[in-house]
């Protein structure tokens, strides 16, 4: 067979097209497999009109179209609606959001008297970079296997609890950004040459912790998945989530208070996460930066998952009340009952 110059180059942009596509749908595809499928189709395809089947009515419910299409862009609709109604007010004296029934959350920051006194906490973390470099490394990109470790969650036994799970952790990072970006808060080597980072440092606020916000976000949904409470004393994903956010005061990078306002996001936004997927309760929770360690609850300024809970406990620096009713969101609702279903048949 015979081609010209312009089929050439047709058959060409063919095989680039073949090979985007598989490499988008089923992990990469080599040129040469592009290739053979453009030949095995111009022998297979008959050369005049092609058959067309009429299209159906859609068959599938919402949590099985979630499943087939690619997990990043499933995950962008379910934080299209774990976000709707959510109002954002970020300034330098509170993070402030609202839901469509009443206050999510609200944390104030620090001064700049006790972010000193903080220091001297970071340093003296600086002990156990060595025996937590391993963690710290990988927990620079990488949470989730943290609580997967924990939790028997795998692509092909839980693909609605993995989405439901990078949902909280990409909520978590949208509002801890926003909130960052309010209060402006330098880092801990800023404030002392002393300090020196194993990694390198972000650019963005040091207040809330992100890693904190993600982790404790994470360890809220799938704490309500399975059934548990979260803060639990008891709960390994608390406890998960504590050590992670801990040893980014280790790496040098973030004050303990910093950790404490990340737990307090994290537990308001996995809440009003499963609010929106079950119709539930929001939360109200605020926390106040300046007053953290301040009472006899946290003991000190030092962030431990033993301080946060009784911080908690006590409802002084950090208080949480039941908010409005959440409107169940179709999306989280169909996904969550999906990955409720995956729980329930995690024995096989």
Not at 278 to 292: M, R, S, V, Y
């Amino acid at each position: 067979m015979s081609f010209s110059n312009a089929q050439n180059a047709q058959n060409a942009q063919n095989a680039q097209n073949a090979q985007n596509a598989q490499a988008e749908g089923a992990g990469g595809v080599s040129a040469m497999m592009a290739q053979a499928l453009l030949v095995a189709r111009e022998a297979l395809a008959p050369m005049t009109e092609v058959a067309v089947t009429a299209p159906g009515a859609p068959q599938a419910d919402l949590a099985a179209r979630l499943r087939r299409i690619e997990p990043h862009f499933a995950v962008a609709a379910l934080l299209s609606e774990a976000t709707e109604g959510l109002r954002i007010a970020a300034t330098a004296e509170a993070l402030v959001i609202e839901a469509p029934g009443g206050r999510l959350v609200r944390i104030a920051p620090p001064d700049a008297e006790r972010l000193q006194d903080e220091v001297q906490l970071v340093a003296g973390y600086a002990d156990l970079r060595a025996e937590r470099m391993a963690e710290i490394l990988c927990q620079t990109d990488q949470v989730l296997p943290f609580f997967s470790s924990i939790l028997p969650i795998a692509p092909r036994w839980t693909p609605c609890t993995l989405l439901l799970a990078s949902a909280a952790l990409d909520l978590a990072t949208v509002l801890v950004q926003r909130a960052k970006l309010g209060f402006a808060l330098p880092r801990p080597h800023v404030l002392s040459p002393d300090i020196q980072p194993i990694i390198p440092c972000p650019g963005h606020s040091t207040f809330p912790s992100g890693h904190a916000t993600q982790a404790f976000a994470l360890a809220g949904v799938l704490a309500a998945l399975s059934g548990a409470a979260s803060p639990a004393l008891g709960s390994q994903l608390d406890r998960a989530a504590a050590r992670i956010a801990t040893n980014r005061t280790v790496a040098g990078l973030h004050f303990p208070s910093d950790s404490a306002a990340g737990a307090a996001l994290g537990l308001a936004a996995a809440r009003w996460l499963v609010a929106r997927a079950t119709g539930g309760t929001a939360p109200d929770i605020t926390f106040d930066g300046a007053q953290w360690g301040e009472d006899a609850a946290a003991g000190s300024r030092d962030f431990h998952l033993p301080a946060f809970w009784a911080a908690w406990e006590a409802q002084n620096c950090l208080t949480h009340a039941e908010g409005g009713a959440a409107e169940k969101a179709p999306l989280l609702a169909a996904t969550w009952s999906a990955a409720h279903d995956e729980w329930e048949g995690r024995w096989g």
